[in-house]
């Protein structure tokens, strides 16, 4: 029934008109006489019929929809108007919640210092300017104000502060490279994570030339590495006693990164004893180390008796806290180690050159893939010449492997072989010889008088050191038959 009598409470008949078309309700009202009733209901019917009347429901339903499309649209074009260093931000923050594919943490940085120098160039650029053809351009001139971009070494422009009386100097090609890297790939992760409906165009990143601009090119290969001579000024400089100095000689004697020392504590060190307690090798763990993030892995890093003794002078110091105390990071190393070198007159050196050393002293020493299943990824196991490690080679082909990378991941290294190994290629008395020598010349040691009279007091010390080096090398000799593992906790 189309329409039907209602009995209001005050005893009045009223009609009420309902409209059902396809099983659906398009609406009801209410008359005091049936006969407008049943015309506004067949008026209705028929405008249900021909379709132009929309049901409770429908525009009940459209509306919810105009709705999530407005709340849509503000978000995408709040997506487009982030900038760069809030994108940058997300990323950071959601990446820590992922199980696989995480960033680095020096990938991050780079990311997060792209974006900073891309906004103190580009205030008002939002990430919506980098879509497509037009952000390639956008790019190549960041590129330009990258190249005419001047730092001091505290990071900060020409009269930003006190430090900033630095003289500045222009960006280099490999800092440059690093910022266009990090931007780059921000913007994937932009192109990955864009809500729907977004028209973010990446640039294309593999096809510079056609935009206009490129990456710097990649530096060649550093060759540089530490003669006895340099190596020997460094410390006489230092003071090979001190704590600069002895942190110098480890990373030689060694092969460990910077920060896989400076950041050593003591209960990571495990000592090799002779038959009279001599020391004379040792291993350092490493659970936290550049390469972890890859390969999930701690390192066990064998230290020749050279490396370990020195380890162990400052265990002695310390106990199991931080083996080098004394630094307050990195970049505060680096700073000294920059004022040492200018002292010396040393140019073109970096601490790394040391690392780079102590692999090719020992590459003909110990088999190749030994050396990268502990000190990590080596370019040059990957040479297609592979003339260094014959012994190498040879295992890549019978094991099927294209690369020796991968036949590492089947290799035990002999660690007491290569304690032995190391302790054979070490250097540091060669150099501590010639840092005597110095100080036998009278030459004036860098800094104050009192500095030199630390330094000084430093290099006498060594003396007994040496004394018992003959003992340490011959025990080292038979290492295998007649050692005892001890930890010193």
Not at 208 to 225: K, M, N, S, V, Y
Not at 438 to 449: D, F, I, N, T
Request: proline share 4%.
């Amino acid at each position: 029934m189309s329409v039907k009598a209602i009995l209001t409470p005050n005893g009045k008949t009223k009609h009420q008109a309902q409209v059902w078309y396809g099983g659906h309700f398009y609406g009801s009202r209410t008359f005091d006489l049936e006969t407008l009733a049943k015309g506004w209901h067949d008026e209705q019917l028929k405008l249900a019929e021909e379709g132009t009347l929309v049901s409770p429901a429908a525009r009940k339903k459209k509306k919810e929809e105009d709705q999530l499309a407005a709340i849509a649209l503000g978000e995408k074009q709040a997506f487009l108007s982030m900038r760069l260093i809030e994108l940058a931000e997300k990323l950071e923050q959601e990446q820590a919640t992922w199980r696989v594919g995480k960033v680095s943490k020096t990938r991050i940085q780079e990311i997060k210092r792209a974006a900073r120098y891309t906004e103190e160039f580009m205030p008002e650029v939002r990430l919506r300017d980098f879509s497509g053809p037009a952000g390639a351009l956008l790019i190549k001139q960041l590129t330009t104000n990258f190249y005419g971009c001047r730092r001091t070494r505290c990071g900060k422009g020409r009269g930003t502060s006190a430090r900033s009386a630095q003289p500045s100097k222009p960006l280099k090609d490999q800092t440059v490279r690093a910022l266009l890297t990090g931007l780059s790939k921000l913007l994937k992760y932009a192109d990955l994570n864009q809500p729907a409906g977004v028209n973010f165009q990446l640039p294309d990143m593999k096809r510079h030339e056609g935009f206009g601009w490129a990456l710097p090119p990649a530096h060649d290969a550093r060759t540089q590495q530490w003669s006895e001579g340099e190596l020997a000024d460094i410390l006489f400089a230092a003071g090979p006693s001190g704590p600069i100095g002895l942190l110098l000689s480890v990373l030689d004697e060694s092969g460990c990164r910077l920060g896989e020392v400076s950041k050593a504590c003591g209960h990571q060190l495990t000592l090799i004893l002779g038959t009279d307690n001599q020391v004379v090798g040792g291993e350092l763990l490493l659970t936290d180390h550049k390469t972890k993030h890859k390969t999930q892995e701690e390192r066990h890093v064998p230290l020749s008796a050279v490396a370990a003794r020195l380890l162990h002078q400052r265990q002695q110091i310390h106990g199991n806290g931080s083996l080098f105390p004394e630094f307050n990071g990195s970049d505060d190393i680096c700073k000294r180690f920059a004022e040492l070198c200018t002292a010396a007159h040393i140019q073109d050196r970096l601490l790394k050159d040391l690392r780079r050393g102590f692999l090719n002293r020992n590459k003909g020493k110990v088999s190749a893939l030994d050396l990268q299943k502990v000190f990590g990824d080596w370019s040059d196991l990957d040479d297609p010449n592979e003339d260094d490690d014959e012994g190498a080679a040879v295992d890549r082909v019978a094991m099927g492997h294209k690369r020796l990378r991968t036949t590492k991941g089947y290799i035990q290294p002999d660690v007491q072989l290569m304690i032995a190994r190391f302790t054979t290629t070490s250097r540091y008395e060669r150099v501590m010889e010639r840092v005597r020598d110095l100080q036998a010349s009278g030459k004036e040691m860098p800094g104050s008088k009192r500095t030199r009279r630390k330094q000084s007091r430093a290099v006498d010390a060594e003396i007994n050191w040496r004394r018992a080096s003959p003992q340490i090398v011959a025990l080292a000799a038979a290492l295998g038959t007649a050692l005892s593992i001890n930890s010193y906790k």
